[in-house]
């Protein structure tokens, strides 16, 4: 995509912001889609591309167009978590009680041909977070703390558990 | 495969290449939506909505204007400070507005650099300094003084407006430091001609 389609688009041309939304969509699509579920992508990523043209002014190209849509897409789907009822006290301790691996099932009854999509939409909204952030799209605990308003400590014990979790859902059996 | 790990430090690290959920990872196809969802994007785009960057233009009137009041500040500090020897002014006490440590912040917007409790101090001081003197000058020197520091409060003002729509706009925070700046020149300059005798 030429760079002059954020700056046409930062101006307020329409058909430079589709282009823009063309070359950025499978990333956003797929972040919606495994933060927040194949449900709720669509409707996500379209609030994104909605977002970043009310924000665009604001971007001044400290960073590249890419990482900036990325973190504005991170903060819309963290707040659509928010405003879903999942208040950040709740976001993190609903993870905790539905992520208590230690009496998780065993994994005989479990659909074990679940690939990791399937496995994931298992995990309550903040462990989900946590891990697509830094297992997938590489944050550090530090960003995600601040992304969530957490410390990092919180964000590691909820790595480590959601981590566990997956790991239990997707074990093939023997 | 350790289904039970221990928490510790390796629970917080990358994934192990070797780690079956690196696999999965590595494995997890990408999708496309379903549907074509750019004309629901475009629906929502009001053009209340639309990015408008803040873009300053002026006029050939208003670039003359400006090229004068330049030159008749620069005029006025030349002609204060010709009057004035040297040594005289650089012995006078001076009223220092502290500089924020840099111009800078990251990604490399310039704020201005004085800092509003900092600025208003030092013109403050001056000002003092240069009513209780101004006796000691003559009128059409506080004549052109006057005139210079109504047309940089007129620019400061119109910097700090503009800046109220787009705090972060690089020029106009360069803008609104150099105004600043003027500002305290002129008004040393005019304090120590005031302070060491005048005419």
């Not at chain 1, 605990?141 to 859902?169: F, M, P, W």
């Not at chain 2, 310039?110 to 403050?124: G, H, I, L, P």
């Amino acid at each position: 995509m030429p760079v002059n389609d954020v700056v046409l688009a930062t101006e307020g041309d329409a058909a430079a912001f589709e282009r823009v939304y063309r070359a950025h969509l499978p990333r956003i699509f797929n972040l919606a889609r495994r933060m927040a579920g194949p449900d709720a992508a669509d409707e996500l990523t379209q609030d994104v591309f909605v977002r970043a043209w009310q924000k665009l002014a604001l971007f001044r190209g400290e960073s590249s167009f890419a990482t900036w849509l990325h973190r504005l897409a991170v903060n819309v789907i963290i707040e659509r978590f928010r405003t879903l009822g999942t208040a950040r006290e709740r976001f993190l301790a609903d993870s905790e009680a539905a992520l208590d691996v230690a009496h998780a099932p065993r994994t005989k009854h479990l659909d074990l041909s679940m690939d990791l999509q399937a496995a994931i939409e298992q995990l309550p909204h903040g462990a989900r977070t946590v891990f697509v952030l830094h297992d997938v799209e590489g944050y550090k605990h530090e960003e995600i703390g601040d992304l969530l308003g957490v410390s990092s400590g919180t964000s590691k014990s909820q790595l480590h558990r959601a981590r566990q979790r997956l790991r239990v859902l997707l074990r093939k059996e023997a | 495969m350790t289904e039970q790990r221990p928490f510790g430090e390796s629970d917080h690290e990358p994934l192990a290449a070797d780690d079956m959920l690196s696999q999965a990872i590595g494995q997890w196809r990408e999708d496309t939506p379903a549907a074509d969802l750019w004309p629901g994007v475009a629906r929502r785009l009001d053009v209340r909505t639309a990015p408008r960057r803040t873009r300053i233009s002026f006029t050939l009137p208003q670039l003359a204007m400006a090229a004068s009041l330049l030159i008749a500040v620069a005029s006025g500090v030349t002609w204060l400070a010709a009057r004035q020897p040297l040594t005289a002014v650089d012995t006078q006490p001076m009223v220092v507005a502290q500089s924020e440590s840099t111009g800078e912040v990251e990604g490399g917007i310039v704020n201005a650099n004085f800092a509003d409790a900092q600025f208003n101090a030092a013109v403050t001081d001056l000002e003092q300094i240069l009513h209780s003197e101004r006796e000691r000058l003559d009128p059409r020197t506080v004549l052109v003084i006057e005139r210079n520091l109504n047309a940089i409060d007129a620019a400061i003002q119109e910097a700090r407006a503009a800046l109220n729509d787009d705090p972060a706009n690089a020029y106009l925070n360069s803008h609104l430091a150099d105004a600043r700046r003027r500002k305290l020149d002129l008004l040393r300059h005019a304090t120590n001609l005031a302070s060491a005798g005048g005419n």
